[in-house]
């Protein structure tokens, strides 16, 4: 089971293999509203953010393909809100990302009018073009006789924006995109994309509190896994990143026996797995136990139903403590474990030491 997931990530973290366009989309998605007013300001100021952005790319067109490439998984699309001057006061926002230079301009056409005829009459389209060698059409036209069609969207290329402009603006989504121009930047300099990758990890630590957003994470999490980077200076990183959030991890010893490569999202993920396995187990045993306790007063059935829901939450619970001690004995600063488990910093000090959680 270790092999096999060991050789996953490795095949996953080839750098012919990355995923580009899946963790672009899952940063637009995570960040929706800093995507628009960097890249859409005009459109931006005439959503109403006060009612959340919905998602409604599985809704209107679910996704059933197994392949786990970009390409095939759903375009980011939107509705939202729009202020009261508007009559019509919604509209959906389509968002593509184009990596490899083809013209998607068709395809664009198509998911608009696929928006349209499901009622969506407000659509706005975007494509943001993440290949630096690419030039791609802002319209789509045919013509046939005296029958014809041009339909516009927006383009947006990392190209338009400059460095220093990524780089002094105050806008997060500004770091993504000045990551993906180091990613192009270092195609074949792997030495120079471990310094860029450093550099942002320690501006991303500085600009964003851990405690108050989950922004600084989902950084973190995209900046690391498209700025790929050998075994060697892999390694390499996951040392300094730890330095960078106070010492170096105990998890990196591990890697070294195992000469496991992974990112620094997929250990965050690993740690919560590992303590969502562990403290389902051990709240549903407690949850078993109360729930006798319970049935003696309240009746078996009622007793049992009460404890298991006691049991989940403490389950819940132990999952969050045991996910702290992971991070803990990692050397993470303390005001980061609080943002990531929930935990107040009293909780997480009278952890401190403890290999394990035992009720």
């Known amino acids: ?12 973290y080839d750098a012919n293999k990355i995923d580009f366009d899946r963790h672009w989309k899952e940063i637009i998605a995570g960040m929706p509203d800093s995507f628009l007013l960097l890249l859409e300001p005009e459109l931006f100021e005439q959503i109403d953010f006060a009612a959340k952005l919905q998602p409604m790319e599985q809704e209107l067109f679910p996704i059933h393909s197994k392949q786990r490439i970009g390409k095939h998984i759903a375009d980011k699309i939107f509705d939202v809100k729009l202020k009261r001057k508007y009559a019509m006061k919604k509209a959906t926002i389509h968002i593509e990302v184009q990596g490899d230079g083809r013209d998607i301009s ?20 975007i494509v943001l073009v993440t290949d630096p060698s690419a030039q791609h059409p802002t319209t789509f036209d045919h013509h046939f006789l005296g029958t014809s069609v041009q339909f516009q969207f927006r383009v947006h290329h ?7 402009e990524l780089f002094t603006s105050d806008n997060p989504f500004a770091l993504a995109l000045l990551a993906g121009k180091y990613q192009a930047r270092t ?5 120079q994309r471990y310094t860029y990758k450093v550099n942002l990890a320690q501006i991303i630590k500085e600009r964003y509190s851990f405690v108050e957003s989950d ?14 980077l050998p075994d060697d200076l892999h390694e390499k990183f996951m040392k300094e990143i730890f330095r960078i959030f106070k010492e170096e991890g105990v998890d990196m010893a591990q890697a070294e026996k195992t000469k496991e490569v992974i990112t620094f999202g997929e250990l965050f993920e690993r740690w919560k797995k590992e303590a969502r396995e562990e403290g389902i187990k051990e709240g549903i045993k407690e949850g078993i136990k109360e729930g006798i306790k319970e049935g003696r007063e309240k009746g078996r059935e009622e007793g049992i139903k009460e404890g298991l829901n006691k049991g989940i939450m403490e389950g819940q619970l132990i999952e969050k403590r045991k996910i702290a001690i992971k991070m803990i004995n990692s050397g993470l600063d303390i005001n980061l474990i609080i943002s990531l488990t929930g935990l107040s910093a009293d909780e997480i000090r009278s952890l401190k030491g403890k290999p394990e959680i035992k009720k």
């Open 187 to 191: 195609r074949f300099n792997a030495e």
């Open 158 to 164: 990392l190209n338009n924006f400059t460095e220093t």
């Open 215 to 228: 922004i600084g994470m989902k950084l973190l999490i995209f900046v690391d896994a498209i700025l790929y």
């Open 106 to 125: 068709e395809r664009m056409f198509k998911m608009y009018y696929k928006l349209f005829d499901k009622g969506r009459k407000n659509i706005y389209s």
């Open 1 to 12: 089971m270790l092999n096999s997931l060991i050789f996953e990530e490795q095949e996953m």
